[in-house]
Structures are given as structure tokens and as C-alpha cells.
């Protein structure tokens, strides 16, 4: 099981959950309120469909809420910026991790961009089939031997977490060459 080194914005998903419910509540009440005939009469099968897309969008965004954006399992740092699938990054290429701000994706109500806080993983510049990835756009960069975390959509960026973030990084440094060096030995 990976363990998370940086955890998604569980606020801003959570408001993701306003549609799901408002779904439940129409689709119980459609069901409810639909006059009993021998068979389902239309206004209770919309609820029935209603009620399931409720709970499959419900379901989706619980799932949202438990992906990291980055996680560490087996000698890598999995990064978490395209899909479910998360991209496997050998720990020895990462070098570490420092505070950077960017502008985000979303606009102020003036519509001027807005800054973020990021999270910049160094890579090593020898790594070179690592310094470019495709990733999704909204939720960060990855070019020139830096993956560039956007702020708005993962757990709030301060000092303390990038104080973490380099700590778990040196622990895991040492103990994959402790194993380096166990299985020369």
C-alpha cells in the first residue's frame, strides 16, 4: 500500500458532493411521489436513475478523496497529476522538494489570476528520461527536471509540509542504498 507524502484538497472536492446529494433528494422524491401502478410509472423509473447517478458521483468523488498527489511504495515516488494510475518515479532521481508559487488555473472575482503556492520536486539533471512527463494541466507541470505541484488542488502548502516532504525524502534515500549496499555485500 503506497504511503501518502502529499494528500489531495479534500475542501475543495467535498463541495464536489452538493450535486451527488442534490440528486439523491430529487431522485428519492420522484420515486416517493410517483403514483403506485402495476408497473414503475415513468416518474419512478427517473427517480430510480436519479438515485444511481447520485450514488455512482457520490462513489467517484469519495474515491477523488483518497488519491494522493504524491505517495511513496516500493523504491519510488508515485505522482499522482494524469489519472488513477500514477507515474513511478525511482526515489534516487528525486532530489528534493522546496516551495515555489505560480498562477493557478482559477480567476479572482476581477477576473485577474490568481496565485497559488506549489510544490516543486527537483529531479536529477543526469535522469534525463525523466525531465518531461504529460500530465494533466489543472493540477500541475512537469518539464526541464521539475514537477511542479499546483497548490489548489492538494493539502495546504507551508513549511512544515515541505520540512516532511525532504525528511521522508532523505529516510528513504538511506534506506535504498542500505539495501544497495546489504545486497552487494
Known amino acids: 500500500m503506497p504511503e501518502p507524502w502529499l494528500r489531495t484538497n479534500r475542501r475543495i472536492l467535498s463541495l464536489g458532493f452538493v450535486l451527488p446529494t442534490l440528486l439523491l433528494i430529487v431522485g428519492v422524491a420522484m420515486f416517493c411521489l410517483a403514483p403506485s401502478t402495476g408497473l414503475l410509472s415513468y416518474l419512478a423509473w427517473l427517480g430510480c436513475f436519479a438515485i444511481a447517478g447520485g450514488v455512482l458521483t457520490a462513489l467517484a468523488l469519495f474515491h477523488l478523496t483518497r488519491v494522493p ?44 489570476e490568481v496565485e497559488t503556492s506549489t510544490i516543486v520536486v527537483r529531479l536529477a539533471e543526469a535522469a534525463k528520461q525523466w525531465h518531461h512527463r504529460d500530465v494533466s494541466r489543472s493540477l500541475g507541470r512537469w518539464c526541464d527536471g521539475y514537477i511542479i505541484i499546483d497548490g489548489t488542488w492538494c493539502e495546504p502548502i507551508d513549511q512544515e509540509l515541505m520540512g516532511q516532504l525532504n525528511k521522508r525524502l532523505v529516510e528513504k534515500h538511506r534506506d535504498v542504498r542500505a539495501a544497495a549496499e546489504a545486497s552487494s555485500s
Open 69 to 112: 498527489r504524491l505517495a511513496y511504495q516500493n523504491g519510488h515516488l508515485l505522482v499522482y497529476l494524469q489519472s488513477n494510475d500514477p507515474i513511478r518515479v525511482p526515489i534516487d532521481v528525486v532530489e528534493c522538494f522546496f516551495l515555489g508559487q505560480a498562477t493557478s488555473n482559477l480567476r479572482s472575482q476581477d477576473g485577474k
